[in-house]
């Protein structure tokens, strides 16, 4: 089953995990770049992901991790 995208376009997040009694905390690129503005969109989004597969359930995603992870994966120049 493929799913429109202008059905997608129409699914508002907060309600939907609402109805599921969930909630998400949500992290995204313009995140990454407030701490590392010299990262790519796709740099940053390469943080994200590593960060979801990082994190530690007790301690969270943070900007702590953020900061570890995208300076393992993309060292500064000195």
């Known amino acids: 089953m493929t799913i429109s995208k202008d059905i997608l376009s ?3 997040i907060d309600d939907l995990l609402e109805q ?5 905390i949500i992290w995204c690129v313009e995140d990454v770049q ?5 990262l790519s969109e ?15 359930g007790e ?5 702590t991790l953020i900061q570890e992870i995208a300076s393992d994966m993309f060292p500064r120049s000195r």
């Open 34 to 38: 407030e701490m590392r503005p010299d």
């Open 10 to 12: 129409k699914i508002d």
């Open 59 to 63: 301690i969270g995603f943070t900007w």
């Open 42 to 56: 796709d740099q940053a989004f390469e943080v994200l992901l590593e960060c979801k597969r990082a994190h530690d």
């Open 20 to 24: 599921r009694k969930q909630v998400a």
